[in-house]
């Protein structure tokens, strides 16, 4: 749905009445030249007494109004629901061997799961390993796991692009929700498995916020570069992919991040822009808890994702999301990039 020449969609008043007096965009950092924690703000199971408690509450309760969301999740299977203790003998391996392991298990799931259970196979196209940062962790949460393994789950472009939502057709956001739980399968087998090795191990799989925030920590790891929409972009799977982790004390070697020249393609690009019904994609880097980046108006965002059933627009549309096309642009802009450097150097040698 193209929003060419149509004004931005804005939300009825009785939803707006829903916001709190502070915005969405103040509560996450907009124009905060002082770094700190980012703050938990959407997809909370819980909101207790969260300044945006009402409009979280208005969110669930019509979510779970629509049979085929509550299904998507409530009978899907997302691995284990209770995890082992640690066991007791820890097995002594150095990190590289732990590390490929680790991404082994991910990629292939081998004895993921007991013999003779269905629906064996792979469970992840991306994994990655980082340090955890200090940065990364939501105000009032805490940890002492120094390791984050990163798990991407490519989605379906196709079925994908079928968003916007509705009650009727929620075709395309279910196909979030398909990721989401085979993000959650394999981080909690994998939480499983190393607990049998005798390491502690807490698995992180949407749609809910847990303690982390996921997104600096796959780019650390080498998933990508910050796309203009606000998320991931991938060399080989553009935008179309969901996140889900593990903590852990299991020692793991760390990955490099990942730039091809992303960041330049989204300065020059305004496809995602121009295709946001509520325009709350900024044209411009925003400067945001001491950090200049692209950044999502989430008072603008938030209503219509609700409005719709879940959005996703701006994935759907990326041009770095068509199937086959990532690797293409990857290569085109990682050489300019290369080319300008070595300009670079030439004109200072």
Known sequence: ??????????????????????????????????ARRPRQIFWLKKPGDHPFARLLDAVKQRFT???????????ADRGPHKLP????????????????RVKDFVLNRPGARPAGYPGAGSEAELVGIAAIRPEWVYEGFE????????????MDHARLSLVPSSAEDPEGQLEVCDQ?????????????????Q??????????????????PAAIACGFGELGKHGSLI???????????????DMPLQADAPDT??????????????????PDAISREKRLVRGTVKWAVDFDRCIPYFNETYGCGICIAVCPWSTPGRAPKLAQRFSRRAAERALASSEVGA
């Open 1 to 34: 749905m193209s929003r060419k020449n149509q004004p931005p969609w804005t939300p009825s008043p009785e939803y707006a009445a829903l916001l709190p007096e502070i915005s969405g965009c103040e509560f996450n950092g907009w124009d905060d030249a002082e």
């Open 65 to 75: 109004q629509v049979q085929a969301y509550n299904d998507v999740y409530a009978k």
């Open 85 to 100: 203790d640690p066991a007791p003998e820890r097995r002594i391996a150095s990190a590289d061997f732990w590390t490929t």
């Open 143 to 154: 940890t002492t796991l120094p390791n984050l393994v990163i798990v991407g789950n490519a």
């Open 180 to 196: 989401y739980n085979r993000g959650a399968r394999v981080v909690n087998w994998l939480a499983h498995w190393i607990r049998a």
């Open 198 to 215: 005798g390491y502690e191990a807490k698995p992180h799989a949407g749609p809910w916020v847990g303690s982390l925030n996921l997104l």
């Open 234 to 248: 991938n060399r080989e799977f553009g935008s179309s992919f969901r996140l889900a982790a593990v903590e852990t």
């Open 260 to 277: 091809f020249g992303a960041d330049d393609f989204c300065a020059g690009c305004q496809v995602c822009a121009n295709e946001c019904p």
